[in-house]
């Protein structure tokens, strides 16, 4: 893959729409005229952006009407210096980007960040009942901090989390952020050089990274301190739910696997033993055929239902 012209190209097949006065970017892809394809909307991870998805991004168009955003903060999309960055800020966002796109039904794929945005929204949905605006079909998780008493941040994300945060935003550069990245990508599965480029481009795109790093680590705490809603949206959800993780990712690994099998009822985990915390990325076969065989189970669970 020539990551320049694909991330290129990831930008013109675009669009953007307004939130509170930010300008968000998104993507859509399959055919959004065909309203007997499900839709599944995508939800991408920190500190990267929706063209982590590239990799699957074809193939789930063949059976999907698929959307993504960048959320604010991340990628095309603004990204305020001054702006309270916060998980239920990003749900809020999503909820906004359902409206926009007209959704009522759909699908949720999420990685990483995004884990913890699809637990808001599973746990607004799951408050919301027959009233729920959208209606959650499903939700596939990758590696994320699912629960936080597991999640083992790396020393560039405690760094950036800890008072010396808006210091070290300001220092970051190409070669720090590669280093902290590359430490949770398995290690025969590294990204190559170019497709690093990319990434930093994507962090550094309006500035973002020097000026907001700090503040996009905010979902720490949002995590302790939601815990309990958000583990329980896990624990009591009607929605199928389905764990692909990288076990060889340090942060949320095998470990994080390990606990939502202790705590979840009947839980659905595939681990992958040989890829990290980008197992789309890293091997996008193995996490497509996850996805397929869990949204086929669904099916048939489904129409077996009275």
């Known amino acids: 893959m020539d990551a320049q012209a694909s991330l290129e190209a990831w930008r013109a097949a675009g669009a953007y729409f307004n939130?509170?006065?930010?300008?968000?970017?998104?993507?859509?892809?399959?055919?959004?005229?065909?309203?007997?394809?499900?839709?599944?909307?995508?939800?991408?991870?920190?500190?990267?952006?929706?063209?982590?998805?590239?990799?699957?991004?074809?193939?789930?168009?063949?059976?999907?009407?698929?959307?993504?955003?960048?959320m604010?903060?991340?990628?095309?999309?603004?990204?305020?210096?001054?702006?309270?960055?916060?998980?239920?800020?990003?749900?809020?966002?999503?909820?906004?980007?359902?409206?926009?796109?007209?959704?009522?039904?759909?699908?949720?794929?999420?990685?990483?960040?995004?884990?913890?945005?699809g637990q808001e929204l599973l746990a607004r949905y799951l408050e919301q009942g027959e009233g729920a605006a959208v209606e959650l079909l499903s939700i596939c998780f990758l590696n994320g901090g699912l629960f936080p008493e597991q999640h083992r941040a790396t020393l560039t994300q405690r760094l950036l989390h800890s008072p010396l945060g808006p210091v070290?935003?300001?220092?970051?550069?190409?070669?720090?952020?590669?280093?902290?990245?590359g430490e949770v990508f398995g290690p025969d599965t590294q990204p190559s050089e170019a497709e690093m480029d990319a990434f930093w481009a994507l962090a550094m795109e309006k500035?973002?990274?020097?000026?907001?790093?700090?503040?996009?680590?905010?979902?720490?705490?949002?995590?302790?301190?939601?815990?309990?809603?958000?583990?329980?949206?896990?624990?009591?959800?009607?929605?199928?739910?389905?764990?692909?993780?990288?076990?060889?990712?340090?942060?949320?690994?095998?470990?994080m696997v390990a606990r939502y099998r202790e705590l979840v009822p009947n839980p659905d985990t595939l681990l992958l033993p040989h890829v990290g915390h980008y197992p789309h990325w890293e091997d996008p076969k193995a996490v497509l055929d996850g996805f397929v065989n869990f949204q086929s189970a669904t099916l048939k669970a489904r129409q077996q239902s009275p």
């Open 19 to 70: 939130y509170r006065g930010y300008e968000i970017f998104y993507r859509t892809g399959g055919d959004w005229d065909d309203a007997d394809k499900p839709v599944l909307v995508l939800i991408h991870g920190f500190p990267t952006a929706s063209w982590d998805w590239v990799r699957l991004w074809d193939q789930l168009c063949a059976d999907y009407r698929v959307a993504a955003l960048d």
């Open 207 to 255: 500035g973002g990274m020097p000026r907001i790093g700090h503040k996009l680590l905010g979902y720490i705490d949002d995590r302790r301190q939601h815990r309990d809603r958000w583990v329980g949206a896990l624990v009591n959800s009607t929605v199928p739910m389905r764990v692909i993780d990288g076990a060889l990712d340090p942060v949320s690994g095998a470990h």
């Open 168 to 181: 070290l935003s300001r220092l970051m550069n190409r070669a720090r952020f590669a280093k902290g990245l």
């Open 72 to 117: 604010i903060g991340f990628g095309y999309s603004d990204k305020p210096a001054d702006h309270a960055y916060s998980i239920m800020d990003q749900a809020d966002l999503h909820d906004a980007f359902f409206a926009q796109l007209g959704i009522k039904r759909c699908h949720l794929f999420v990685h990483d960040y995004g884990d913890t945005v």
